[in-house]
Structures are given as C-alpha cells and as structure tokens.
C-alpha cells in the first residue's frame, strides 16, 4: 500500500508526505526474527513540491501530526526514514552533509513534536550507515513495545 498526504501552509510551502510499503520478502534477505517479520515497514519520503525557503515548525509539525495519525491506525506500522543526498538543502549549518542535517533535522522535529504533544509508547531508533566512506543516517520510527526487534533490524543493516 502506498499513500501520500500533502502538507500545505500559508507561505505557499507544499511538502508531499509519501509512505511505500516494504513487502515482507524484502525484510527476510536482512533477517528472520519472527517478531520482526510480523512488523509492517513503511518508507517515508518527504517531497518538497513548492517553496524556496527552510520550512517553518508549523509545517514540520503538521508533518509529525499526520505520521502519528498513521502509525496510530495501524498499530503494527514501523516507519523508516532515509537521509539521502540527491539534493541538496537550505541549512544554516553548512559544515554538515546534507544527510547528516536532514538526520539530526528530522530527529530535533521529531522528539520536540513528542515532548510537545505528550506523545508516549513511540521511539525514534536512529541508525549510521558509512557506505564507501561516505555516512548515511536512517531513522526507525516504532512502537516501544517492537523497540527491540527494530534495533534488531537496524545493527543488521549497519554490518552490511
């Protein structure tokens, strides 16, 4: 199942919130933990389809709203987060690659949307890849309770 939600605001920023679904054959070639084959992992894409300048908190927290929505509905849900580099982005901190900003971005949203919002039972897992020496982040975004299959999950793409 794939769906996206397009976030909005009142400066003409549109960011496109896309979820893809990892089919469980995809998740075996990594592991067979029972525990964590029963999860259901989504790929989340943020798309920026309009706008020039750093999106604001209000957007940011729409964005967080709508992917707790989601993982509210679907209880089994684990959402997984890929810091690329295809593009480049506006960051005030330019000694770090725009994968380690979208990294550390992603997780200052993230954990002051929960503390905001008193938010419980959710963790965000985050993991370091370096691939030909280049680091690559990603983020697991779980129920506490499928905490320790995730990290299962995560050391065992880290050592690949």
Known sequence: MDISFDIHNDKG?????????????SLQVFTDDPLTLTLV????????????????????????????RFMNDNDTAVLCFYCDDLTDVARRHTELTPQEYR???FSR????????????????YGIKIEVDD???F??????????????????IIMEK
């Open 134 to 136: 280049t680091p690559r």
């Open 41 to 68: 992992f989504y790929d989340v894409t943020l798309v920026r389809i309009s706008g020039e300048d750093i999106v604001g908190m209000k957007t940011l927290n729409a964005i967080c709203d709508v992917l707790l």
């Open 13 to 25: 920023d549109q960011v496109r919130v896309a979820l893809s679904y990892y089919d469980t054959e």
């Open 103 to 105: 990294s550390r971005l």
């Open 138 to 155: 990603a983020h697991f975004i779980a129920p506490e309770k499928y905490l320790p299959a995730v990290k299962l999950l995560g050391d």
């Open 109 to 124: 949203m993230f954990d002051m949307y929960v503390k905001a919002n008193n938010v419980t039972g959710i963790a965000n």
